[in-house]
Nanobody, 127 residues
């Protein structure tokens, strides 16, 4: 069973930066697609960013494009989300997710495409 643990959340002022990290207990990189999702209070969980299995191709939600960067370190079994120019609307619990290979594309943007989830890390952006 793949277990994911997020770290690096916290409180930051608008315009600031944070980096989230996610580590897996098994060697799943680069075979799994990895993604970040977020969920604000009273809202549904939404896609933020993904990095594709094997290719490392990245894809972002429009709301974070050009502000967030997803990356991974295969040797360390880690995936990161660098967040810059944060806004109050970025406040949410951020979840790391891993999707098993077997689909006919390399990166995944839908919740159902992911098989394992972390417990989440709170990111709060103050005005």
């Amino acid at each position: 069973q793949v277990q994911l643990v997020e770290s690096g959340g916290g409180l930051v002022q608008a315009g600031g930066s944070l980096r989230l990290s996610c580590t897996a207990n098994e060697t799943i990189f680069p075979f799994y697609a990895m993604g970040w999702f977020r969920q604000a209070p009273g809202m549904e969980r939404e896609f933020v960013a993904t990095i594709g299995r094997i290719t490392g191709q990245t894809y972002y939600a429009d709301s974070v494009k050009d502000r967030f960067t997803i990356s991974r370190d295969d040797g360390k079994n880690m995936v990161y989300l660098q967040m810059s120019n944060l806004r109050s609307e970025d406040t949410a619990v951020y979840y790391c997710a891993a999707g098993e290979p077997g689909r006919n594309h390399y990166y995944y943007t839908e919740l159902y495409e992911y098989d394992f989830w972390g417990r989440g890390a709170q990111v709060t952006v103050s005005p």
